[in-house]
């Protein structure tokens, strides 16, 4: 039977049910059951091909349009399962996490949908688009200094003046485990999926993708996509430990994000590696996926087919999925502008 433990993250607490194997790790079961908890409150997204993309990348590409997800992005799917997954007794005390804007909208959806309150602290550069997101889904917003110790100072004195539960945005199996319904998902819609690709920020997606695509199929490649500018993931697998963020910047914001304790090993031990490409590739990419799916995607999601295009030759005659982790863009700052 699970049993309640603790983790602290950024000076708060959050309770999540203790894995299988007691290591934290959420197992295809748990992400099954995840699956089921929030099957009522996000979308089971569709799955779009492209003949010119196909073209291009000399493989069958399966874009898995999270995109079209409840609130914009895949963020819904981790964000429901967490506060789904609190007792009554914690769902009281309302909760409380720190976002770039996705993760942020995400969890005041569906901290609204249980009727309880929410917290989120946000950097006061956040998009003006994601502010909005996050606002309109009835989050109190405090707001701090662009820099993670602003975010989790910030965050440390909501948690200990509230006592909401702190859900992190990647670092909690609950969260990890509904980010893996995507690839579980993308697997049940199309049969012999052999590599799938993810962006890969702070590595919630990464990980659930890979523990997803991994159990499903044992032979799946998994890779995770990642702006050059910001490559401390893959520095952290090159180099055996988490590395910190460069602290440069790029036009995927939503991928600024260090590994974590969890996401870390797991990233390590399930995917196969990650890929790194540079800012214009990613706008390119972006600008393919709107020219040719006619979807509206993030330079987050636009990262995993950049990706795939920069590295073809190692996906030639492969059966890809590729996660499309977000659409929210603010329309009147386009890269292509």
Not at 272 to 301: C, D, F, N, Q, Y
Request: charged residues 20%; proline residues 5%.
């Amino acid at each position: 039977m699970p049993r309640a433990m603790q983790s602290v993250w950024a000076g708060g607490t959050y309770n999540f049910e203790a894995m299988n194997s007691g290591d934290r790790v959420p197992s295809i079961e748990q992400i099954r059951r995840a699956a089921e908890r929030i099957g009522p409150y996000v979308h089971r997204t569709p799955v779009l091909t492209s003949n010119v993309i196909n073209e291009l990348a000399g493989a069958e590409v399966f874009f898995k349009c999270e995109n079209l997800q409840r609130a914009g992005a895949f963020k819904a799917r981790g964000a429901t399962n967490a506060v789904f997954s609190l007792t009554d007794d914690e769902a009281l005390r309302g909760v409380a996490t720190q976002s770039s804007g996705n993760h942020g909208a995400a969890l005041a959806r569906a901290a609204g949908l249980r009727g309880i309150p929410v917290t989120v602290v946000m950097p006061g550069n956040a998009l003006a688009i994601k502010k909005r997101a996050v606002a309109g889904h009835g989050a109190r917003i405090v707001y701090c200094e662009p820099t993670p110790q602003a975010r989790d100072e910030a965050l440390a004195e909501v948690a200990a003046r509230t006592k909401a539960v702190v859900i992190h945005p990647f670092d909690d199996p609950r969260v990890i485990a509904g980010q893996g319904t995507a690839a579980l998902e993308l697997f049940e819609q199309v049969g012999d999926i052999d590599t799938v690709i993810a962006p890969v920020g702070g590595g919630g997606l990464l990980s659930g993708t890979a523990l997803a695509a991994r159990s499903l199929r044992p032979d799946a490649r998994v890779f995770g996509a990642e702006p050059r500018n910001v490559d401390d993931a893959w520095q952290s697998l090159k180099t055996g430990r988490i590395m910190p963020s460069t602290g440069k910047a790029s036009i995927a914001d939503g991928l600024l994000s260090t590994l974590g304790k969890l996401t870390f090993p797991i990233i390590r031990d399930h995917a196969t590696g990650i890929i790194t490409v540079g800012e214009e590739s990613i706008v390119g990419a972006m600008r393919l996926v709107w020219e040719h799916l006619k979807l509206i995607i993030e330079p987050s999601a636009a990262v995993a087919v950049a990706a795939l295009l920069a590295r073809h030759d190692e996906f030639q005659g492969r059966r890809v999925g590729i996660i499309l982790s977000g659409g929210n863009v603010d329309p009147d700052k386009l890269p292509w502008a």
